[in-house]
């Protein structure tokens, strides 16, 4: 199965220039997507990610890819789905390796007359918040299968529903006057 999303959907979540050539965003979106999110997943059970990559087009696969929203108890909950999550680290693999040439002779950086290289320590500031944005993306998908295992019984994977992020309560009643609240 090839990639699940394209440069088209990094662009969604973040500008990105139009002259990265094909081969490198397209590297970057494979290696994020069979390192960073699989590790992310944290599925050991079983191959989850692969079992989404053979069955996109299913409907509640797709809703795991696009997001959506969910019934829970007496709530409804919204999530941003696994592309998006998925947009962000190959995001963090282009900030990390986009300048990069590896040549005949050596590693070079590459550089214009037109633009301002980043210095390191803000690079990798930009990669690790890119991460964490799609490590919270993926643990909203986490919460969904730990919540319906009925609805995705491939999952095979952590039972206990993941803490410490928010989430998204789309609330039918208007409590306190307010539509969202978060978990």
Not at 68 to 78: A, N
Not at 82 to 110: E, F, H, M, P, Q
Not at 122 to 137: D, P, S, T
Request: glycine share 8%.
């Amino acid at each position: 199965m090839g990639n699940l999303i394209t440069i088209a959907d990094i662009r969604l979540v973040r500008p990105v220039a139009d002259n990265i050539p094909a081969d490198k965003y397209e590297f970057a979106i494979h290696e994020a997507q069979k390192t960073d999110l699989k590790k992310a997943l944290n599925n050991d059970c079983k191959d989850f990610l692969h079992f989404i990559e053979q069955n996109v087009g299913v409907t509640r696969i797709d809703l795991l890819l696009n997001g959506g929203t969910y019934e829970f108890g007496d709530d409804t909950f919204s999530f941003e789905g696994l592309k998006v999550a998925l947009a962000y680290y190959a995001y963090a693999r282009l900030i990390s390796n986009t300048d990069i040439t590896v040549t005949g002779n050596n590693v070079v950086k590459k550089t214009n007359e037109w633009s301002e290289l980043l210095d390191e320590p803000r690079m990798e500031k930009q990669n690790n918040i890119a991460k964490g944005i799609a490590y919270g993306y993926v643990q909203e998908v986490i919460l969904l299968l730990c919540r319906k295992p009925a609805d995705y019984p491939e999952w095979g994977g952590q039972s206990d529903a993941p803490t410490g992020f928010g989430m998204t309560v789309v609330d039918k009643h208007q409590r306190n006057g307010r539509r969202n609240r978060y978990l």
